[in-house]
């Protein structure tokens, strides 16, 4: 499985952005998907994560009530909805596949990764 990050940028703070990561095949049967990022010198860290149907989400308390993962399974594609941009939100985010149905906050439970894009929040 091969999955395409797109959709980062630089942004001030306040702003918003979309993330998409589309899969190169059909993956959402029976997995759940995530996002990660990972900020200069720092560890690469959990940021939301959604279940196969769509219908189940968990976020880190960092981005909740800001960021919005959401799914399209016909298009092999998850998506993470960024406002009110911060400039700590300034990373490369990392989108995943799960071995579980619905993933978890824990890097080491995803088997696929994509290669990364580039969020950067400054004025």
């Known amino acids: 499985v091969q999955l395409q990050a797109s959709g980062g940028g630089l942004v001030r703070p306040g702003g918003s952005l979309r993330l998409s990561c589309a899969a190169s095949r059909r993956t959402s049967s029976n997995n759940g998907m995530g996002w990660f990022r990972q900020a200069p010198g720092k560890e690469r860290e959990f940021v939301a994560r959604i279940g196969w149907r769509g219908d189940t989400t968990l976020y880190s308390e960092s981005v909740k009530g800001r960021f919005t993962i959401s799914r399209d399974n016909a298009k092999n594609t998850v998506y993470l909805q960024m406002n009110t941009l911060k400039p700590e939100d300034t990373a490369v985010y990392y989108c995943?596949?799960?071995?579980?149905?619905?993933?978890?906050?824990?890097?080491?439970?995803?088997?696929?990764w994509g290669q990364g894009t580039q969020v950067t929040v400054s004025s």
């Open positions: 995943a596949v799960a071995r579980s149905p619905f993933g978890s906050p824990f890097a080491a439970d995803y088997a696929y």
